[in-house]
């Protein structure tokens, strides 16, 4: 038995069935046993892809959107007083093993100097492992901290004009799991217990289920939705996206991931939700089987984290396929190609598999906030 199975079984000793998110919680995330906590998860030799696995192009191109932001706004005058500009902040949540961060640091520190010397680069990672390994990724750079969660930036130089920004990091936040009970037209949490043998789902008693909101549905959608109908919510990406925008006093918050919009999720070709276990370059359906060595992931629900942004008073400037943010940051670079590098034919190659429908292009979504 796996240490990740002891831990979910004295668990579900301890208090009974389990929500999921607990449960991705754990073979995801325990500390030292978790899926995050092994090295080769992504690329050829591990479980999926990323956009960074296709190459240094992907960070490139958002080094240089960053750099024009900061360049737009560095030196803007923070008070009346016109007191000295405080340092650019580049805030990054997920970096795994430190290979974007390594990748937009290069091209800052090559082609935007000035940037580079008065930024600051964080990352956000409560994992003591992680750490290691980004910081055995970034050793040649002096300018990059880390912080255990966000609430340690928001009384370090809160005037600076910062970017907060994450790549396929809300998707794999813990979600619940949902479903619809059609006769009593109403919503319960999927647990999961332990059946002697393995993991199994059950229905979570109505007082042991979590204090979460279940998406409302449209007039007459109650009537014809299929009975255990599953889907999702995950709260735990709100309350991060709503953390980051009260971190802005000046700047901007760019979420790249798989997401959807609230309507998209509750139609029929999704009847059993977007949750996917990734093994060994194949997707599956059974969430409950190989826990810690194979990854959870969720589609984002984007229009709650839009509505998150808002209601603390962000501006939306974009929510766009990746294909088009990219082309539009690539657009400019072609327009000046000695600040940008050459496009030879492995930038090219790589340009196609970020932005082509059939592969990292449209599953990809850009959510870009602003205050």
Not at 145 to 166: C, E, H, P, Q, T
Not at 214 to 241: I, K, M, N, Y
């Amino acid at each position: 038995m796996s240490a990740i199975v002891s831990i979910m079984r004295k668990e579900i000793e301890r208090i009974g069935a389990i929500s999921f998110a607990k449960f991705m919680e754990l073979a995801l995330y325990a500390p030292g046993e978790g899926y995050y906590e092994r090295r080769q998860t992504i690329g050829a030799r591990g479980d999926f892809y990323t956009s960074v696995s296709v190459g240094s192009l992907f960070g490139e191109l958002l080094a240089f959107q960053f750099a024009r932001w900061f360049s737009e706004n560095w030196d803007a005058p923070v008070s009346s007083l016109e007191l000295p500009a405080p340092p650019l902040q580049l805030i990054e949540a997920g970096a795994h093993d430190g290979r974007l961060a390594c990748d937009i640091l290069n091209w800052i520190r090559e082609f935007s100097p000035e940037i580079f010397s008065k930024l600051e680069y964080w990352i956000v990672e409560p994992s003591e492992r992680r750490r290691a390994w980004q910081a055995a990724s970034l050793a040649g750079f002096q300018n990059v901290k880390w912080a255990d969660d966000l609430s340690v930036l928001s009384g370090n130089n809160a005037g600076a004009y910062r970017i907060i920004f994450s790549n396929e990091l809300l998707d794999a936040m813990p979600a619940h799991r949902i479903g619809w009970d059609k006769m009593s037209k109403s919503w319960f949490e999927w647990g999961v217990y332990w059946n002697g043998e393995g993991f199994g789902w059950t229905r979570l008693p109505n007082d042991q289920r979590s204090e979460i909101s279940f998406p409302s549905l449209v007039p007459g959608l109650s009537d014809v939705l299929f009975d255990q109908f599953s889907t999702e919510v995950c709260p735990a990406a709100s309350r991060w996206w709503s953390d980051a925008a009260k971190l802005l006093c000046r700047g901007k918050i760019v979420g790249v991931d798989y997401g959807l919009l609230a309507e998209e999720f509750l139609v029929p070709e999704r009847r059993s939700g977007t949750l996917r276990a990734f093994f060994r370059h194949h997707a599956s359906s059974d969430l409950l089987a190989r826990p810690g060595e194979q990854d959870l992931t969720a589609q984002v629900n984007f229009s709650e984290l839009k509505i998150a942004g808002e209601n603390l008073s962000l501006n939306t400037e974009a929510l766009i396929a990746q294909a088009s943010f990219l082309t539009e940051i690539s657009r400019l670079t072609w327009r000046n190609p000695d600040g940008f590098g050459d496009w030879d034919a492995n930038r090219r190659r790589q340009f196609q598999t970020l932005t082509h429908p059939e592969h990292l292009g449209r599953p990809f979504r850009v959510l870009i906030q602003s205050r």
